[in-house]
T-cell receptor
């Protein structure tokens, strides 16, 4: 069965610093991977997704993620954090025909 | 833009009450999902539906049921609400086309059972 693990339930960075949120996956088949963001009191919004092809995926708001098969990882990065990036981030993997298995989430705090 | 709406943002119910949470999507999506979100546990799938009148149990279906009488509407039912069902409930929908697996989420309903 496919699953993901997010390392670090809370991450704090200074404004302007690199953002790195970690996600490792487990899958017996080539995975389809996703990152979602949830701003306070809102639903989830897709940041980016990896299906096939290029392993470096660019998303919205300056975020990107790299699929590394050898490390079974799909970490999310942003070169320079902005105050508006403060939110909760979820990694997910496609499981079955149409379902997603979500990680437990990482809350990002940006310090001014 | 895809729009998924949920009937209430906040709901307070008493133990033992029957609770209905409604979700509507406007993009003619085949698939619809109900999740609950709890701190430290992420999103857990309660039920999903691939078509009208079809439903499948997710990872935590106990204490819940669902109804999908029309393609655009997916209802979550708590037959007899209990305090351990206090949570954020999120509805989502997706196309169901091969290669297009993105799920679109509603704003959520925060349910408190007292």
């Amino acid at each position: 069965a496919q699953s993901v693990t997010q390392l670090g339930s809370h991450v704090s960075v200074s404004e302007g610093a690199l953002v790195l949120l970690r996600c490792n996956y487990s899958s017996s088949v080539p995975p389809y991977l996703f990152w979602y963001v949830q701003y306070p009191n809102q639903g989830l919004q897709l940041l980016l997704k990896y299906t096939t092809g290029a392993t470096l995926v660019k998303g919205i708001n300056g975020f990107e993620a790299e699929f590394k098969k050898s490390e079974t990882s799909f970490h999310l990065t942003k070169p320079s954090a902005h105050m508006s990036d403060a939110a909760e981030y979820f990694c997910a993997v496609l499981t079955g025909a149409n379902n997603l298995f979500f990680g437990t989430g990482t809350r990002l705090t940006v310090i001014p | 833009d895809v729009k998924v709406t949920q009937s209430s943002r906040y709901l307070v119910k008493r133990t033992g009450e029957k609770v209905f949470l409604e979700c509507v999507q406007d993009m003619d999506h085949e698939n619809m999902f109900w999740y609950r979100q709890d701190p430290g546990l992420g999103l857990r799938l309660i039920y999903f539906s691939y078509d009208v009148k079809m439903k499948e149990k997710g990872d935590i279906p106990e204490g819940y049921s669902v109804s999908r009488e029309k393609k655009e509407r997916f209802s979550l039912i708590l037959e007899s609400a209990s305090t351990n069902q206090t949570s954020m409930y999120l509805c989502a929908s997706s196309h169901g086309l091969a290669g297009d697996y993105e799920q679109y989420f509603g704003p959520g309903t925060r349910l408190t059972v007292t």
